[in-house]
C-alpha cells in the first residue's frame, strides 16, 4: 500500500514536471524542430525555369514577346474576367496546399 503511494505521487510530479515544462515552452513561443523546418524551408520560386535575364527594359520586352503575328487586341478589357479567372484556378490549389492557414480574403 506504501509503495502504491509512493508511485502515484512520482506519477504526479512526473504529470507537473510536464506541464510546467508546457507551461515555459508556451511562454518564450519556442516552436519544436519540425514546426521551425516548416516554416523556414520553403522552395525559392523566384528562380524557377522561366527565369528572364536582361540588363533593360527593352531586353526584357523583346524576350517576353511571345509571337510578333499575332493580332492586335482591341478589347483587352473584355478578357480580364476570364484571365483573371484562370490565374485563380491555377493559383489557388497551389496557395491552398503551401500556407493551408490563410482564408480566402487573405
Same mark, same amino acid.
Given at each position: 500500500?506504501? &509503495?502504491e503511494?509512493?508511485?502515484? *505521487?512520482?506519477e +504526479?510530479?512526473a &504529470? ?5 515544462? +508546457? &507551461?515555459?515552452?508556451?511562454? %518564450?513561443?519556442? #516552436?519544436?524542430k ?5 516554416m523556414?524551408?520553403v522552395? =525559392?520560386? =523566384?528562380?524557377g525555369?522561366?527565369?528572364?535575364? &536582361?540588363? %533593360?527594359?527593352?531586353?526584357a520586352? !523583346?524576350k517576353? %514577346?511571345? !509571337?510578333? =503575328?499575332? @493580332?492586335?487586341? *482591341?478589347? @483587352?478589357?473584355k478578357r480580364?474576367? #476570364?484571365?483573371?479567372k ?6 489557388? @490549389?497551389?496557395l491552398k496546399?503551401?500556407? @493551408? ?6
Amino acid at each position: 500500500m506504501e &509503495a502504491e503511494l509512493i508511485r502515484r *505521487r512520482e506519477e +504526479e510530479r512526473a &504529470a507537473l514536471a510536464k506541464k510546467s515544462e +508546457e &507551461a515555459k515552452k508556451k511562454q %518564450t513561443r519556442v #516552436a519544436a524542430k519540425e514546426e521551425y523546418e516548416k516554416m523556414v524551408l520553403v522552395s =525559392n520560386m =523566384n528562380r524557377g525555369d522561366s527565369l528572364i535575364e &536582361a540588363r %533593360t527594359v527593352d531586353e526584357a520586352l !523583346a524576350k517576353m %514577346t511571345v !509571337a510578333d =503575328n499575332l @493580332p492586335v487586341d *482591341r478589347h @483587352p478589357e473584355k478578357r480580364l474576367k #476570364a484571365s483573371f479567372k484562370a490565374f485563380e484556378e491555377a493559383e489557388i @490549389p497551389r496557395l491552398k496546399e503551401e500556407k @493551408p492557414g490563410l482564408t480566402h480574403t487573405q
